[in-house]
T-cell receptor, first 114, second 112 residues
């Protein structure tokens, strides 16, 4: 168990809908990262938050947004969903924002858009 | 932009033999190179990492080598066991933000 909790584990929704994925980082970790993993592919970095503030942005679509709350949990909002948004979405957390700290991953949310 | 290529996409080895997975990166400013193992239904888990000031690092049956001149790094697993079967990802990062660029993954199959 990595200590990172993601909910829900599975989500099935229709095209055009909006969903919210939730992540609780490891206790004490200030940095949260969101990744997208499409079928049989590597992970694509979406966005990073550190102590409530956005720190880095990757290939995140304008239809997607995220935030980190004062209690450090984070939410990823996906709107106007398309079939191609079907993927595994991972959240990871680390103690600091630097590149020399290990990131711990949650078990992911599998999103299926039908 | 930064790119990380990983080979092979699938690797099948006999139990007890060694496995080698190779990655190349494009940005010479990259300075952190972790390897992650992803088992079915789970998130990636860090198994070993190396920084640009080190050429090799070992942890029991796992070792990673880095060639900065050639911009490639490799994962070596010796005496493979059935529990080594998983998908392995290499990644590269630079700068102060933890923004990993990931390889496409290698599915390692350990044959009994």
């Amino acid at each position: 168990d990595s200590g990172v909790t993601q909910t829900p584990k599975h989500l099935i929704t229709a095209t055009g809908q909006r969903v919210t994925l939730r992540c609780s980082p490891r206790s004490g970790d200030l940095s949260v990262y969101w990744y997208q993993q499409s079928l049989d592919q590597g992970l694509q970095f979406l966005i990073q938050y550190y102590n409530g503030e956005e720190r880095a942005k990757g290939n995140i679509l304008e239809r997607f947004s995220a935030q980190q709350f004062p209690d450090l949990h984070s939410e990823l909002n996906l709107s106007s969903l398309e079939l191609g948004d079907s993927a595994l979405y991972f959240c990871a957390s680390s103690a600091r924002q630097g590149s020399d700290t290990e990131a711990f991953f949650g078990q992911g949310t599998r999103l299926t858009v039908v | 932009g930064e790119n990380v290529e990983q080979h092979p996409s699938t690797l099948s080895v006999q139990e007890g033999d060694s496995a080698v997975i190779k990655c190349t990166y494009s940005d010479s400013a990259s300075n952190y190179f972790p390897w992650y193992k992803q088992e079915l239904g789970k998130g990636p888990q860090l198994i070993i990492d190396i920084r640009s000031n080190v050429g090799e690092k070992k942890d029991q049956r796992i070792a990673v080598t880095l060639n900065k001149t050639a911009k490639h790094f490799s994962l070596h697993i010796t005496e493979t066991q059935p529990e080594d079967s998983a998908v392995y990802f290499c990644a590269a990062s630079k700068g102060s933000n933890y923004q990993l660029i990931w390889g496409a993954g290698t599915k390692l199959i350990i044959k009994p």
